[in-house]
């Protein structure tokens, strides 16, 4: 009996541990997707040659909705297990805006 609860006890753990893992690799994900957002947007706003400026805004848009799309998975995953509010990440990772 002992034995079965200690096997049953690190398993636990482990799944405990794999869900953390899980959750900050959502983070890491989401914080990379952020920051070639505001690295693009960064260049955006100082590149001078409308030609160049439509590709950095293509680019853009493009890490915008990477970054949606990482920060949708951050609350799944943190749906997933159990935690129902996100206004954390909403604080913490905030979306990035549209550009024009």
Known sequence: ??????????????????KAATLGRAGERLDAALASARAL????DVEPDPTR???????????RRRAATARLMLVIQREAIGLRHHRDVERQFPEPPRRA
């Open 53 to 63: 400026r439509a590709v950095l805004l293509q680019e853009y848009e493009t890490a």
């Open 1 to 18: 009996m002992i034995r079965r609860r200690a096997g049953l006890e690190r398993t636990e753990k482990e799944i405990v541990q794999e």
């Open 41 to 44: 947007a960064e260049a955006l």
